[in-house]
């Protein structure tokens, strides 16, 4: 025989043999099982973990009959004192137990996942949290406050755990038994108001198989005005609970108040959480006589402020009755009696009667929260795993502080690491972005000794008046035409390819390391003159030949004043080695620093995590300071000390083809200025046809053209920059050759030794020194427990899901696809529940773990 049920997880009678149990049926039969599931998994903390538990909360406006409708659906009494009666969640779990001789019984326990700043608030500044001055604990605990069997006393027991809960800072079994004083009396409070919640754990015969949570009333202002971050405290807990994806809001209004104007509802539009809500007009008996009822149609009607789930109706017993003490059974009786026969619910509104009264409520409650469990479980599942995954991937980066094997462990992340250093100083394949951002740099470093090439203007003084009838020209003085490295045709062999006939490549540089601002080549492009570049005007250089030369024949040139000449357009080279150096630093050590924190990642709270980096760092830069001040200062020293070269044949080929360029040009400018001159003297432009004419068949002009009066000039032009190509390869070759052969020679060659010494691993206290270099920080630690615990939550919560998974798997349930496929392997240990042996024993063994007892499922 398969038993059926009625939809609140009692069984009415057996289907007849051979019959299949409708779905309807088993999701009546498996309520209870579904709501101790998903409760269990809401109490390890898994709705803060992204994980969809569906739950019931229920909000309103203070006075709104939230506590009466509370009562009503858990069949339980609340608190009533002076004040807020609920100034901390509550949640509220029941569940049906109709064993022979099973009698009522509820565990209360706290479930504290906020710590309370400071007992003296500070002023507001800042941005605090959302339930400031609470902040949220690493890791949740579940604190047992008592267990009880009488259904009288839960009132009074729900005040005391309410009492523990906003007095944090004094032992919680203080509020078990003995006097306490009322709640609303604030100075018996460390807070008036917690994001803590207050549990109850409640089973008996026929009780409703329902979870939900009863929320603060929403308040617009404190008493005394004081204290205005309570207001923003509850309306952001409200809102947090409304925000959960998979909360079906149980929204309470009176009906002798405005629903527009109800705090509640309107946080409920501004979240646009209308569509998973279900409305509760409360007090209908004090609907003002002879007010028109046609907006509470529309209500119900769903034309006015329409919600998801539409609109309920609940009449609960009056003050004076509650004081009389009626019974539940009695309150429904009076309920139903109330709907049936007063105006306008018995006639105009009677079309609503399958939305009157409790009982209606809480079977559609029980209905909505199966469906949204069933709905919601493949989620559930799947978003474990994704869980499982992501503290796997992030406690794999917090490992745990070695002991005996510390040196081991350091000795092999040194050796990673430089293993990497030396891959990437070799250019080996997947570790070349250092080598192409050296490529690049010292190609930008050739092009700024380039762009000081020095130059010629090629117009002087002696070339004006070479048209003979002509007075000094207009004009001849004009701007100076110079010669860029770009028009003339001088030998650099042998300049390396790279530098200069190398396409650009995209720029591979690493990130800044904190506090190093970020140099800057003043070149990324072909470079034709820098700023620093030293123009010769022809007059002007044979001024200096004249007056430094000690020869009495005239033009005759002094072997002193080339070298003082050659030596002038050497002077700044320091400015571009400077900047070299600047930047190969930055870019050096931001590498480095990319391939150690790929190595050192996990342990990057540690001491050895920063002193690993300062040893290199402390090595790369005496390495670099060496090449740049002993290396190339020395040899910048040495090239402008005196000019030489020993390579006669590149000497020579640099001169001659640097004279011909400069002569080209200087004919070049005087023919123009020639020309000008005579346009000048005829009154018109002559073409350049008619120029041409005159330059083939006027044997004079073109005598007058190459008589050069300064041919001495452009020939010491020429040696002056042929020296400057041989030179400034030479420079560039020496520095970068001494950085390749040295500096990234010793860095893959040496830094392990340096490390392994800077680390005090080669003395005899290396074990001691390892271990200490491995220690973690504090908040290492507790971010590793928290996430060791929040790992052993899904391990539980996944354990639930398999339990109930394997109860149905024969089921219609497993045939829908529900449960079907596996889920993941339960790694860590079985499912435990909230309470143990000891009633009042906090749940946290003083390790950071969460500790829970069991609780059968099935």
């Not at 002056?720 to 060659?749: E, P």
Request: aromatic share 6%.
């Amino acid at each position: 025989m398969i038993h059926s049920g009625n939809g609140n997880g009692e069984i009415l009678e057996d289907a007849p043999h051979g019959q299949t149990t409708s779905g309807i049926e088993i999701v009546g039969r498996g309520i209870k099982e579904l709501v101790l599931v998903i409760n269990k998994m809401e109490g390890l903390g898994l709705a803060k973990s992204d994980i969809p538990l569906p739950r019931i909360i229920v909000v309103g406006d203070q006075s709104a009959g939230k506590s009466s409708l509370i009562e009503a659906i858990s069949e339980i009494k609340v608190p009533r004192s002076s004040g807020t009666c609920t100034r901390c969640p509550l949640s509220i779990m029941t569940t049906a137990n109709d064993e022979p001789g099973a009698s009522w019984e509820c565990r209360v326990y706290l479930h504290r996942r906020y710590d309370l700043l400071t007992s003296n608030l500070p002023s507001l500044s800042g941005k605090p949290g959302p339930f400031y001055p609470w902040t949220e604990k690493d890791t949740p605990v579940d604190i047992p406050f008592t267990i009880i069997e009488d259904k009288d006393a839960l009132q009074d027991i729900i005040h005391r755990a309410q009492l523990a809960t906003l007095n944090p800072g004094h032992p919680h079994m203080r509020y078990v038994s003995g006097p306490v004083p009322a709640i609303g009396d604030d100075c018996h409070l460390q807070q008036e108001f917690s994001p803590n919640v207050v549990c109850l754990d409640i089973s008996g015969p026929d009780l409703p198989n329902l979870s939900f949570y009863d929320l603060p009333g929403v308040i617009n202002q404190t008493e005394d005005g004081t204290k205005p971050y309570l207001v923003k405290l509850v309306k952001n807990l409200v809102k947090d609970y409304i925000n959960s994806e998979n909360a079906l809001v149980l929204l309470a209004c009176s009906m002798e108040s405005d629903v527009a104007n109800s705090s509640a509802t309107r946080i409920v539009r501004n979240l646009k959480a209308e569509s998973r809500c279900i409305g509760v007009l409360t007090k209908p008996d004090r609907l003002p006589q002879g007010d028109p009822v046609d907006i509470w149609h529309a209500i119900l009607n769903g034309q006015k402020f329409p919600l998801g789930h539409s609109y309920f109706v609940t009449k609960q017993p009056s003050q004076s009755e509650i004081d009389m003490g009626i019974t539940h059974v009695r309150a429904r009786e009076l309920e139903g009696q109330f709907f049936e026969t007063q105006e306008p619910w018995a006639t105009k509104f009677a079309q609503f009667k399958s939305r009157y009264g409790t009982t209606q409520l809480q079977t559609i409650l029980s209905q909505k929260l199966t469906t949204q469990i069933l709905t919601n479980l493949p989620i559930i599942k799947d978003r474990l795993r994704i869980q499982f995954d992501q503290l796997d991937a992030e406690l794999r980066d917090l490992p745990e502080p070695p002991t005996d094997n510390a040196v081991q462990i350091v000795l092999n992340l040194l050796q990673e690491f430089t293993s990497c250093v030396q891959k990437a100083m070799e250019g080996e394949h997947k570790y070349n972005k250092w080598r192409l951002a050296w490529k690049e740099h010292r190609q930008n470093f050739y092009q700024e000794l380039c762009a000081q090439k020095p130059t010629l203007s090629l117009r002087g003084d002696l070339d004006q008046g070479l048209y003979r009838g002509a007075d000094d020209a207009n004009g001849v003085d004009g701007a100076p035409i110079t010669i860029d490295s770009d028009m003339e045709s001088e030998i650099r062999n042998p300049a390396p390819a790279s530098v200069e006939n190398t396409p650009k490549k995209r720029k591979m540089e690493a990130p800044a390391t904190p506090k190093q601002k970020r140099p800057q080549l003043s070149n990324t492009g072909p470079v034709r003159r820098s700023n620093l570049t030293k123009i010769f005007k022809l007059d002007e250089l044979r001024k200096v030949l004249d007056d430094i030369s000690v020869s009495d024949l005239p033009g005759e040139m002094d072997s002193r004043a080339l070298d003082h000449l050659i030596l002038d357009c050497l002077q700044n080279w320091d400015k571009p080695m400077i900047n070299f150096f600047q930047v190969i630093d930055y870019a050096l050590k931001g590498q480095l620093r990319l391939l150690f924190d790929g190595v050192f990642k996990a342990w990057d709270t540690t001491e050895l995590y920063q002193k690993a980096w300062e040893a290199v760092e402390k090595y790369t830069s005496v390495l670099l300071n060496e090449q740049r001040n002993v290396v190339a200062t020395q040899f910048l020293r040495s090239e402008q000390e005196k000019p030489f070269t020993g390579d006669t044949v590149l000497w020579e080929s640099n001169k001659t083809a640097t004279l011909k360029v400069f002569q080209k040009a200087r004919s070049e400018a005087r023919v123009n200025v020639y020309f000008r001159e005579l346009e000048e003297a005829i009154g018109k432009q002559l073409s350049l046809m008619e120029r041409n004419r005159r330059m083939n068949t006027d044997l004079n002009l073109r005598e007058i053209i190459n008589t050069d009066p300064y041919h001495r000039e452009v020939e010491v032009m020429a040696k002056i920059r042929g020296y400057y190509n041989i030179a400034s390869l030479r420079f560039f070759d020496v520095v970068c050759l001494s950085m390749q052969l040295k500096l990234f020679k010793l860095l893959r060659t040496q830094l392990l030794g340096e490390l392994m010494t800077g680390l005090g691993m080669c003395d005899g206290n290396s074990r001691d020194n390892c271990i200490r270099l491995l220690a973690e920080d504090s908040q290492r630690e507790r971010r590793r427990i928290a996430l060791k615990n929040k790992r052993q939550a899904l391990i539980e919560g996944q354990a639930c899901l398999d339990a109930l998974g394997r109860k149905y798997q024969n089921a219609a349930l497993s045939q829908s696809g529900v449960f079907a496929g596996s889920f993941l392997p339960i790694r860590g240990s079985t499912p435990v529940n909230r309470f143990s042996s000891t009633p009042s024993r906090i749940h946290s063994p003083g390790n950071g773990s969460l500790v829970m007892d069991d609780m059968d499922v099935s």
